[in-house]
């Protein structure tokens, strides 16, 4: 089964980190994404731009609106993601546990509604 692991942080704490330090998370992360290729569970990953450069499509009414910048306050933000493959939910609580944001913000793991399961709950 797929699973989305959403890492948050939050923003603000991240960019006042001294940049030692910043090295070292990403070590953390490249050690960890090389493990998850290794495992074979990952399929894809990414590192996001800050809310700030993010932009929120909306439509109402047949019109298309949009805002710039974050769409909500929240104290941590969506800051990237990894999709793996894992055999069950115990062996994806693992690797989201394994995460380095764990530790340092939440990572967030749903399931991903893989498509004929998806169109056969819809019938």
Excluded: H
Excluded at 68 to 85: C, H, N, R, S, V
Excluded at 104 to 116: K, N, Q, S
């Amino acid at each position: 089964m797929r699973y989305m692991l959403l890492i948050y942080n939050d923003e603000a704490a991240m960019a006042n980190v001294p940049k030692e330090q910043t090295q070292q998370v990403l070590a953390a992360y490249g050690a960890y994404t090389e493990a998850l290729k290794k495992s074979g569970a990952y399929i894809a990953g990414e590192r996001l731009r800050p809310t700030q450069a993010a932009t929120a499509v909306r439509m109402a009414n047949g019109k298309t609106n949009v805002l710039d910048g974050p769409y909500a306050d929240t104290k941590e933000q969506l800051a990237g993601f990894y999709m793996i493959e894992a055999a069950d939910i115990d062996t994806a609580i693992e690797w989201a546990a394994r995460c380095p944001a764990s530790s340092t913000g939440t990572v967030e793991l749903r399931p991903i509604w893989e498509m004929a399961e998806y169109v056969a709950a819809a019938e």
